[in-house]
Nanobody
Framework: HVQLVESGGGSVQAGGSLRVSCAVS????????IGWFRQDTGKEREGVAL???????SYADSVQGRFTISQDKGKNTRYLQMNSLKPEDTGMYYC????????????????????WGQGTQVTVS
């Protein structure tokens, strides 16, 4: 079982930046895919950015070029740096981890992930 604890987030004006962090503990393997999903009121949870143990990353088209996912293996923490934020980036951001076939936002769905953090709110106005 993997434990995930998010921190960061908050409220920012459009064009601003935020960083959210995900502290990971418990059992992970080289095949574990970790990343960020978000969900706004009335909308389905969607993948934002994922990273595998080798540092390969993938992003949703809507955030490509604005968001960067990274990892500090020494701290066992993943980060999502969000720049040029837009109102449509508003939502609850969740960190998730799972062993999946392909660690790519375009190839996975949120319901394939069984390990979730509590979420952190990001509001862009």
């Amino acid at each position: 079982h993997v434990q995930l604890v998010e921190s960061g987030g908050g409220s920012v004006q459009a064009g601003g930046s935020l960083r959210v962090s995900c502290a990971v503990s418990g059992y992970t393997t080289r095949s574990t895919c970790i990343g960020w999903f978000r969900q706004d009121t009335g909308k389905e949870r969607e993948g934002v950015a994922l990273i595998d143990s080798d540092g390969r990353t993938s992003y949703a088209d809507s955030v490509q070029g604005r968001f960067t996912i990274s990892q500090d293996k020494g701290k066992n923490t993943r980060y999502l740096q969000m720049n040029s934020l837009k109102p449509e980036d508003t939502g609850m951001y969740y960190c998730a981890a799972e062993v999946v076939g392909v660690c790519s936002v375009k190839h996975v769905r949120w319901y394939e992930f069984n390990n979730w953090g509590q979420g952190t709110q990001v509001t862009v106005s």
